[in-house]
């Protein structure tokens, strides 16, 4: 009896907390000055949500699944089931949520694990994301946004949709999907899921995506004698970038603009590394950098410029994270390309620059082989030498490296490195969820990331 009594408590807690209470939301006494406060008041004169009995709206309390459920019922207007067949283990016939509850489930918003809708258990922002996602027929979206929301991530797509549609932002470059969700920001969600005046400003991504060809909302881009932006739907192109757009301020051009350049895009950007000032008795490339432009034709002065690399530096294997650049410099001497791309290894420092290319730090050193990928059918210009250690792979938060001792990864997250493996590796590819390494003996090695 005394435990009935208290799962009955519980529930009529849950409910106080979603109906109206007769006080106006700009009264709520833990209210004053908090950040949500717009949007709490938006959702109250909805008669969505309320506060409790005390005249308090407890803005910084975990949100239950029960809770956010009521919520979304009287936000999207959806009629209860009257006479619902679904029956939950946890979840009496007799509960004030029961007709909630199996509504969101029927509609497909929320649903429990073989019949356990756990009620009573906190949302998670990545829930949330999932929630708000499939409430609002909002698209999936593979657009890498947040530090901390890998590929692998199960609500990876709902938590891009939902940033994407400037629903949901992050603190520093990360989302937290493992956080709990707040009344506040449950609040302040749902608020710009319903009212576009609401949303959040501008859509921001903290991860790069670099390649041959890169896909982004609709556009592909990629190195075609000058840097072509393609539309995916109607397959239109336009060069926004030819090598004459760029001269340097001491009169001397970009050197080479190669179709085998990497391309970078990061928000409405796309990063060049390049190679220039190449020597002429070595052949050798003596400045390297990295060209900024936007993804769009500029028509009037130049919106772009050109970051050069610091006296004696490669500038190699460039990768753009929570709005900073990083990059490797190698300690070998450059007489080495000059010899046949056998395995080496070489200390590689790691660098991080701001934006605009000041504010430079020093991240970390760690041995790599120095190894180039091998394309016949874009033979280099430059010997031995390209933009990319092999031996070196930059994916979402990570960097993969290995040297003659094994494979490692290094999280740009934690600043943590850890072993993965003892071979001896020669190339290196990535999927969602794996780490391929090809051997030098040839053979492929797949790690789950």
């Known amino acids: 009896m005394k435990k009935k009594l208290t799962v009955s408590f519980i529930a009529l807690l849950c409910m106080v907390a979603t109906m109206p209470f007769q006080a106006q939301a700009a ?21 969505i949500i309320g506060g409790y ?53 029927e509609k497909g918003i929320l649903r429990g694990d073989h019949g356990v ?10 829930q949330m994301a999932a929630i708000l996602r499939r409430s609002f027929n909002i698209p999936f979206d593979s657009q890498p946004t947040f530090v901390d929301v890998v590929p692998a991530h199960w609500a990876y797509a709902d938590i891009n949709g939902i940033a994407k549609q400037r629903i949901a932002g992050g603190s520093e470059g990360k989302y937290m999907p493992s956080q709990s969700v707040t009344r506040a920001q449950f609040s302040a969600f749902l608020t710009r899921a319903l009212d576009d005046s609401m949303k959040i400003g501008r859509y921001h991504s903290y ?31 336009e060069k926004i970038l030819n090598q004459q757009d760029f001269e340097a301020t001491d009169g001397v051009w970009v050197s080479y603009m190669e179709n085998w350049f990497d391309v970078i895009v990061y928000n409405d950007e796309v990063f060049i590394p390049y190679l220039r000032a190449i020597g002429q008795a070595s052949e050798l490339p003596m400045e390297y950098g990295v060209i900024r432009t936007k993804t769009e034709r500029f028509t009037g002065p130049k919106d772009s410029m050109i970051m050069s690399s610091f ?14 650049i990083y990059y490797t410099n190698e300690a070998m001497k450059r007489d080495y390309y000059r010899t046949p791309n056998i395995p080496k290894d070489s200390k590689l420092t790691l660098y991080s620059v701001a934006m605009d290319g000041s504010d430079r730090k020093k991240v970390r050193d760690f041995d790599a082989r120095i190894l180039f990928y091998e394309d016949p059918s874009e033979p280099s210009f430059i010997p031995n030498e390209n933009q990319n250690n092999a031996s070196v792979l930059f994916d979402h938060s990570m960097m993969y490296f290995f040297n003659k001792t094994g494979v490692y990864q290094y999280s740009l997250l934690d600043q943590k490195t850890s ?9 290196m590819s ?17 790690f789950k990331k």
Do not use: C
Request: hydrophobic share 30%; glycine share 6%; aromatic share 8%.
């Open 27 to 47: 009264e709520f006494t833990d209210m004053n000055g908090h950040w949500a406060k717009k949007e709490i008041q938006y959702l109250y004169d909805r008669n």
């Open 53 to 105: 009995p005390d005249g308090t709206f407890k803005p910084n309390e975990p949100i239950t699944r029960a809770q956010a459920s009521a919520m979304l019922i009287k936000a999207l207007k959806i009629p209860l089931i009257e006479n619902p067949k679904v029956v939950f283990k946890d979840v009496s016939k007799k509960s004030s949520y029961y007709k909630i509850l199996a509504t969101v489930n």
């Open 117 to 126: 809708m756990r009620p009573s258990e906190n949302t998670s922002r990545a």
């Open 207 to 237: 991860v790069s995506q670099k390649g041959k060809t890169v896909e982004q909302n609709g556009f592909s881009y990629n190195m075609n004698n000058g840097l072509v932006k393609k539309e995916l739907k109607t397959g239109k192109s």
């Open 311 to 324: 006296s004696g530096e490669t500038m190699r294997n460039v990768f753009i994270w929570n709005d900073r």
């Open 419 to 427: 072993k993965l493996s003892s071979i001896q590796g020669k190339h």
């Open 430 to 446: 990535v999927t969602d969820t794996q780490l391929i390494v090809t051997g030098q003996d040839g053979k492929k090695y797949v």
